[in-house]
């Protein structure tokens, strides 16, 4: 088996800026977000010599999230790689050897290690981390916003559907770690979901999610954006709400034996008392008139179900 580099490429403009950080596949089998950092940094590398007047701004770092779930096809081989980063595991896992970690631990220590380093070496004025993930269903794309709002003006200038409130149902994530309070310098993060996974369009529209994100925290000017990337994200979310919040994450462990109930997909609404997955408990029902996100419909996985409120469409 071919063994993967944790960096999928760097870039380091001309002129100061912020540094940008955008993981991809941070759950193994969610490769879009990988060969959309890859082809950007293509495209970063030949765009001087297609025009003369492009200036970077800034550095731009990608790295791959879990080498080894990546390598086998995976979700996470132990533990969701996605769900570690809490600050009581962090200070756990910079305690013991490595020879004391399991797969994700080590996973996790690595990529602390590595942006630890690459802060250090280019010491911004500021941090973005974008955080590319797929789907299981289907039926539109999102981005998610912590609670600040700059995380949450990052999410809206992606041009698809904004959800809020995920910090309070999970723990763990890219975007509970990456913020002011773990960093020398502020810090915002986003992520940014592009589809399903097998949907050849989700490198695509995890490309123009990235190429916006360089566009709006001021690492490539406006004029040098083409307008396709706008286009391809605004199309999509035709008709999708512009933003929702959580109102509850149907968390699940692998004993409850969870079974979503087949063809939800992302954003259908849902009403109050209708059934949406049984376990070994019996059915589950909604509890609410409201609509429906990422539905689980792979072996692995935390998150039966999570349930929003549209509060601007």
Same mark, same amino acid.
């Given at each position: 088996m071919e063994a993967l580099d944790r960096i999928i490429g760097r870039y380091t403009g001309s002129q100061p800026g912020p540094l940008i950080i955008a993981f991809g596949a941070m759950h193994g089998n969610e490769l879009a977000g990988v060969r959309a950092i890859d082809m950007v940094f293509r495209m970063l590398k030949i765009e001087p010599q297609q025009n003369p007047d492009f200036v970077f701004h800034g550095r731009m770092l990608g790295i791959r999230g879990n080498l080894?779930?990546?390598? /086998?096809?995976?979700?996470?081989?132990?533990?969701?790689?996605?769900?570690?980063? *809490?600050? %009581?595991? +962090?200070?756990?896992i910079r305690q013991l050897q490595d020879h004391e970690l399991t797969a994700e631990d080590l996973e996790l220590k690595a990529i602390l290690d590595l942006v630890d380093a690459e +802060?250090?070496?280019?010491?911004?004025? %500021?941090?973005?981390?974008?955080?590319?993930? *797929? *789907?299981t269903a289907d039926g539109g794309i999102f981005s998610i916003a912590s609670d600040a709002p700059r995380s949450l003006q990052l999410a809206k200038s992606l041009h698809a559907p904004v959800i809020t409130g995920?910090?309070?149902?999970?723990?763990?994530? *890219?975007? !509970? !770690?990456?913020?002011?309070? !773990? $960093?020398?310098c502020p810090t915002t993060s986003v992520t940014f979901e592009a589809g399903q996974h097998e949907d050849p369009l989700s490198t695509r529209r995890a490309i123009a999610a990235l190429i916006n994100l360089l566009r709006s925290v001021g690492c490539v000017r406006s004029e040098d954006v083409e307008n396709r990337h706008d286009d391809l994200l605004i199309?999509?979310?035709?008709? /999708?709400?512009?933003?929702?919040?959580?109102?509850?994450?149907?968390?699940?462990?692998? %004993?409850d034996l969870f079974q979503m109930e087949p063809g939800f997909r992302n954003f259908q609404?849902?009403?109050?008392?209708?059934? /949406?997955?049984?376990?070994?408990?019996?059915? +589950?029902y909604a509890g609410y008139d409201c609509h429906i996100l990422m539905p689980l419909y792979q072996?692995?996985? %935390?998150?039966?179900? $999570?349930? +929003?409120?549209?509060i601007e469409s």
């Open positions: 080894k779930a990546s390598q /086998l096809g995976v979700r996470y081989l132990q533990k969701d790689l996605n769900r570690q980063f *809490t600050p %009581e595991n +962090i200070q756990r +802060i250090a070496d280019y010491q911004p004025s %500021e941090l973005f981390v974008i955080d590319l993930h *797929t *789907t995920m910090l309070r149902g999970l723990r763990g994530t *890219t975007l !509970h !770690h990456f913020c002011c309070d !773990h $960093f020398p199309n999509y979310s035709k008709g /999708l709400p512009k933003v929702a919040e959580l109102i509850e994450v149907h968390s699940v462990k692998k %004993e609404s849902v009403q109050k008392g209708q059934l /949406l997955a049984n376990d070994k408990n019996g059915p +589950i072996h692995q996985g %935390e998150d039966g179900f $999570f349930l +929003i409120n549209v």
